[in-house]
């Protein structure tokens, strides 16, 4: 089921397209990693706040809110952009362990990071479960950097 | 010129035959690199950020300068040891690669653009440390420096299209 839809995406225009015109993977590949610079510095500095090592002179209230939006900005143009990557080399991600290991952290993170956003709505949330926001720090940091050196290994199966 | 010397040096220490024969050290420094450069590259995109008046407004310039800088030193000092190993894998070969040559260039320019900036612009922060709109001067600098970190990424992952 899979390898045919690998297979018959592999074989569509705009997927020649992406194989054939060398610069379009490498200059996706480019803005994809911006993105991800993005989040994991916006996410090392939400996190270590959580975790009480840094910032410590701003609320978790203030981190949570100025940190969290930038990652629902740079998700959209990840997911955009590695979508273009799958459609050039459809085999090469959806078949590979190293992909899927990523999106299963990923939707882990993501869900994590949500509840962390919305529960922050309330007022001092946080601040008075500290070892909750400690826990849920050290979790997500661990699963980013999970997500990242999946993301580097797809190249390597 | 003493660097390909130096260069058939380094890849032949024992250090880089076995970054080179082994099968997961390259891809372990690989994303060693890649977490580091991440931190950097965003770390700095944010003082650049304030640099231009877009993100962290309600906080000083200074601020923001101590608060994210540390980050992109201590990272840029991980980043630079791990790519030195890959480096050394096939120094010969990364040597004579185009893009490796335009990376290295381009990083000289980002150092050379944050040292105009430190001893010039920032020297006179006080005047505009808590202004929303930043002067021409800091905000020259923080774009030029957004510009060239796109760069520096796009030749790094241009290596691994073209390097033989």
């Known amino acids: 089921m899979l390898p045919n839809f690998c297979n018959w995406l592999s074989n569509t225009p705009l997927s020649m397209k992406i194989q054939t015109v060398l610069w379009i993977i490498p200059a996706v590949q480019t803005i994809h990693i911006l993105c991800v610079a993005i989040v994991m510095s916006t996410m090392a500095m939400l996190d270590f706040r959580l975790a009480g090592v840094t910032g410590r002179s701003q609320p978790i209230s203030h981190a949570v809110n100025r940190w969290v939006p930038w990652v629902w900005g740079a998700l959209p143009v990840m997911l955009l952009t590695g979508c273009i990557l799958i459609i050039g080399e459809p085999t090469r991600e959806l078949m590979n362990p190293y992909f899927r290991t990523k999106m299963a952290l990923l939707a882990i993170v993501v869900v994590i990071t949500a509840f962390v956003y919305v529960r922050n709505k309330k007022e001092a949330y946080w601040e008075s479960r500290a070892v909750a926001a400690k826990f849920a720090g050290a979790f997500s940091l661990l699963l980013w950097i999970g997500i990242v050196t999946a993301g580097r290994w797809i190249a390597y199966y | ?164």
């Open chain 2, 1 to 164: 010129m003493i660097i390909p010397q130096f260069c058939s040096w380094v890849q032949n220490t024992r250090m880089a035959s076995a970054i080179r024969t082994s099968t997961w050290l390259f891809p372990t420094i690989e994303s060693v690199h890649v977490l580091a450069i991440t931190i950097v590259v965003g770390s700095a995109a944010m003082f650049d950020f304030r640099l231009l008046g877009i993100a962290s407004r309600d906080r000083t310039v200074t601020q923001v300068h101590r608060e994210v800088l540390p980050w992109t030193w201590a990272a840029f000092a991980c980043a630079v040891v791990a790519g030195f190993l890959m480096f050394s894998s096939d120094a010969v070969k990364y040597y004579e690669n185009g893009p490796f040559r335009w990376k290295m260039f381009t990083l000289l320019l980002v150092g050379l653009n944050a040292a105009i900036f430190e001893f010039g612009p920032f020297r006179g922060v006080s005047r505009w440390d808590s202004e929303k709109k930043t002067p021409l001067s800091a905000k020259l600098a923080g774009g030029i420096s957004l510009v060239l970190w796109v760069f520096v990424v796009g030749f790094g992952r241009w290596i691994g299209f073209t390097k033989q």
